[in-house]
């Protein structure tokens, strides 16, 4: 039996995440969510916030969530991009540095410290060989949840680890495609997190279809899911099931 529920009766929850703070998310992706009513999660890399800052000040006040994807954005040697900063070359002291100064500069410059954490490249590593470490918990000590990248997972809320949450990556994808997700999710009553990038044409690389996006959300309230952050979600899911477990403690002391 499925001892979790969702707030208001909702059949399960959708988050809409999207990362760099790549300036088509406040051009074309904002007025899309905010005129359907809904809010989502900007993991931003701070440099890339200032060409559109005004923009990005104004989806916090309209109650999007800015959560950490660190400065440097430090992925596997084996990108091109940033071999210069690989996490085969980083520690875990050289982790604990990019969360505090992405947190330093977002608080700087929105006046609020970052509660999620979005793994670059959805990798969670330093080191190499025999030398690899987990920084998940890094993570954990500072923030309330994190999400991976493109697992392609439905995330179970009475089970699912707050720190790996698994994610849909939601670029280059048709309508359909993301109404595929949204079944999978209503049927288990569970938690889907899309990530993308761009927002516009989903022909475009790492772009996740403007229309699509749309159609999606539409649907995904029609069918009493609820949508909102990445922390809102992660904020109930903590919550509610401590309540669940406490009940199930209490029903088994009474036995
Ligand atoms: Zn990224």
């Keep these: 039996m499925n001892r979790f ?28 969510l905010d005129e359907l009513g809904v809010r989502a999660t900007f993991y931003v890399q701070p440099d890339a916030l200032q ?53 330093e500069r977002i608080r700087s410059i929105f006046g609020v410290t970052p509660r999620t954490f979005a793994y670059p490249c959805g990798q969670s590593y330093v080191g190499r060989g025999v030398r690899t470490q987990s920084y998940v918990p890094v993570v954990a000590e500072r923030y309330l949840a994190a999400r991976c990248f493109a697992e392609g997972a439905v995330n179970d809320p009475e089970f699912c680890n707050l720190h790996q949450l698994a994610a849909f990556d939601g670029d280059c994808r048709s309508s359909s495609s993301l109404a595929e997700v949204l079944e999978r999710t209503t049927a288990v009553g569970g938690w889907a997190i899309f990530a993308g990038h761009e927002i516009g044409d989903a022909s475009a690389r790492q772009t996740t279809g403007a229309h699509a996006l749309e159609e999606t959300v539409r649907r995904a309230l029609s069918l009493s899911v609820w949508v909102d952050t990445v922390s809102a979600v992660a904020e109930y899911v903590s919550t509610h099931r401590k309540k669940i477990r406490q009940e199930v403690n209490n029903v088994q002391s009474r036995k």
């Design 5 to 32: 529920s969702w707030p208001g009766g909702a059949s399960a929850a959708l988050c809409f995440s999207f990362d760099d703070a790549r300036a088509s998310q406040v051009d074309t992706g904002l007025p899309i």
């Design 51 to 103: 060409t559109r800052l005004t923009k990005w000040r104004n989806a916090v006040e309209s109650g999007h969530e800015i959560g950490n994807h660190t400065v440097g954005h430090p992925c596997s040697e084996n990108f091109p991009f940033g071999r210069d900063r690989s996490l085969e070359n980083y520690t875990i002291e050289m982790m604990k540095k990019e969360c505090d100064l992405a947190d």
